[in-house]
């Protein structure tokens, strides 16, 4: 079953916005990724938060991670044209290795 | 250099054929994956290798056959090609339950 759901969905805004992205999941997690994929093209990691970590930070990226409520923020600020892609969480909860479970996405459009 | 690649980028092929894509990483990570994207952006992991043992086996048709000769390469074989196959496959690495490095995708189109 799906671990990670994301909303919104879709996300459309200005150049210079703030975009947050929101990621809930089920089940208890090691860590949780983030990951961006541009149209037609392979997923780039952006950011790996651990379980017990609260929140990251990695340039214009702010991850936060809310194990209480398993759930987790990402917050990309003074926004670019070039950040238009879909976001993806991925909860990773395997014994061995990875085990990514990913969630629907968002898809964020930023207009110049 | 290209830390995962995956080959061939697009494959169009017709039903009931067999084929098989190829996944190599320079990375020195211990463990690959194959994970497969629907057309709604769906991805869900397939197949887990860790230093060519087989960890994570999905539920997937056994018409799917991973294959890793050694830890740096992770092969996806397809047998009796089916319309639903259709999708982008992506080949992944990492190092233990580090962040994933994936490849640029596979796009299947079974006619």
């Known amino acids: 079953s799906q671990q990670g759901e994301e909303d919104p969905q879709a996300l459309s805004i200005q150049e210079g916005e703030n975009a947050t992205m929101n990621c809930s999941y089920k089940t208890s997690i090691n860590n949780l990724q983030w990951y961006r994929q541009n149209s037609g093209r392979g997923l780039v990691h952006l950011i790996l938060i651990r379980s017990n970590e609260r929140e990251k930070h990695s340039g214009r990226l702010r991850v936060t991670l809310d194990t209480s409520k398993k759930s987790s923020s990402l917050l990309i600020t003074a926004s670019r044209a070039a950040d238009t892609a879909s976001y993806f969480c991925a909860t990773d909860s395997g014994t061995s290795g990875s085990r990514l479970t990913f969630g629907e996405g968002t898809q964020l459009t930023v207009n110049p | 250099d290209t830390a995962v690649s995956q080959t061939p980028k697009y494959l169009v092929t017709q039903m009931g054929n067999d084929k098989s894509i190829k996944c190599e990483q320079n990375?020195?990570?211990?463990?690959m994956y194959w994970y497969k994207q629907d057309s709604k952006k769906f991805l869900k992991i397939m197949f887990s290798y860790n230093n060519k043992e087989l960890i994570i086996n999905e539920t997937v048709p056994n018409r799917f056959s991973p294959k890793s000769p050694d830890k740096a390469h992770l092969n996806l074989h397809i047998n009796s090609l089916e319309l639903g196959d259709s999708a982008v496959y992506f080949c992944?690495?990492?190092?233990?339950?580090?962040?994933?490095?994936f490849g640029s995708g596979t796009r299947l189109t079974v006619v």
């Open positions: 990375l020195g990570h211990d463990t």
């Open positions: 992944a690495s990492s190092q233990g339950k580090g962040a994933g490095t």
